[in-house]
């Protein structure tokens, strides 16, 4: 009787089963990684689209900021009218309530009362304050103000002063103005708007800057048209006939006076009378003194 062999088939049921097994595995991975991108994009389209949250948190913040501030005053002393590319300094002093400097009890040269030069003006932070001018003719340059123009101004008994040397270039009248600003610990944030004053300045011209400009302009001939340089040539003409015209008469009395024509004596007259014909049939025909 013949006996047939008969093979095992578990081995191959476990292959497979370990094989689905890892492909499920893989394909939960990826699933994983899919569903992270998908959170990581929504994130960032959140963000860029501003949270509510953050906004709220840095509200927050800068109002508990605010808190930590109190009320100071501001002083502006500066020459209200300059003679023109004269320098001038404009000096602006923050005053905390508690101090008791004479600088502050009493600016030299600025009225507590007068609006233009002294307002209130929040400190308790780092304080600055910039100076500037709407027109190129104006120049600015900071004296004393550190490179980022602010002053830490923490203690109500504090006070900061910031100048500037400031001149104009041209004559007429300017508006110059300073602004104080106050920014969060460590930050460049603002905590505060920003409060402002203007200053009225009139530049006057000098006879040193007329001088100037007259002799710039008359070595500019590129800038002269065609009539300055008519009245220019024909004025030297008349001039330059006059001169000769004299000229020829006091020569003519000088021959006659030697002579012996005394004073008054008609053939003087005669004398004149022919130089200045002479001289004005001279200048119609040819436009200068008639040759002798």
Same mark, same amino acid.
């Given at each position: 009787m013949q006996q047939t062999k008969r093979t095992s088939t578990r081995p191959a049921r476990l292959n497979r089963t370990a094989t689905l097994a890892g492909a499920f595995i893989n394909i939960g991975v990826l699933l994983g990684a899919f569903v992270s991108l998908l959170a990581s994009a929504a994130c960032d389209a959140g963000s860029s689209a501003g949270d509510p949250s953050n906004q709220f948190a840095y509200q927050a913040t800068v109002q508990n900021d605010r808190l930590d501030l109190f009320k100071g005053r501001m002083y502006v002393t500066t020459d209200r009218r300059v003679k023109v590319t004269e320098w001038f300094d404009v000096r602006v002093l923050l005053c905390g309530p508690a101090n008791t400097d004479d600088l502050c009890l009493s600016p030299a040269g600025v009225p507590p009362t007068d609006p233009d030069t002294s307002r209130d003006v929040p *400190?308790?932070? =780092?304080?600055? @304050? &910039? *100076? !500037?001018?709407?027109?190129? !003719?104006?120049? @600015?340059?900071? *004296?004393?103000?550190?490179?980022d123009d602010t002053q830490p101004l923490t203690d109500p008994s504090d006070a900061g002063m910031w100048v500037w040397d400031v001149r104009a270039t041209k004559p007429g009248n300017? &508006?110059? =103005?300073?602004?104080?600003? #106050?920014?969060?610990?460590? &930050?460049?944030a603002e905590l505060m708007p =920003?409060? &402002?004053?203007? #200053?009225? *300045?009139?530049?006057?011209r000098t006879g040193t800057y007329t001088a100037k400009q007259t002799a710039w302009s008359l070595i500019d001939v590129a800038k002269w048209g065609i009539?300055? #340089?008519?009245?220019?040539?024909s004025a030297l003409a008349a001039a330059g006939a006059a001169a000769e015209l004299f000229r020829r008469r006091g020569r003519r009395r000088r021959q006659a006076e030697?002579?012996?024509?005394?004073?008054?004596?008609?053939h003087l007259d005669a004398a004149d009378h022919s130089t200045s014909d002479a001289g004005q049939q001279g200048v119609s025909r040819g436009g200068g003194p008639a040759a002798e």
């Open positions: *400190l308790g932070g =780092r304080v600055g @304050v &910039t *100076l !500037a001018a709407a027109d190129n !003719a104006v120049e @600015v340059k900071s *004296l004393v103000a550190p490179e300017y &508006t110059l =103005r300073v602004s104080v600003f #106050i920014l969060a610990a460590e &930050t460049k =920003r409060e &402002t004053a203007a #200053i009225q *300045l009139k530049v006057e009539p300055h #340089i008519v009245a220019i040539v030697e002579q012996g024509f005394p004073p008054g004596d008609p």
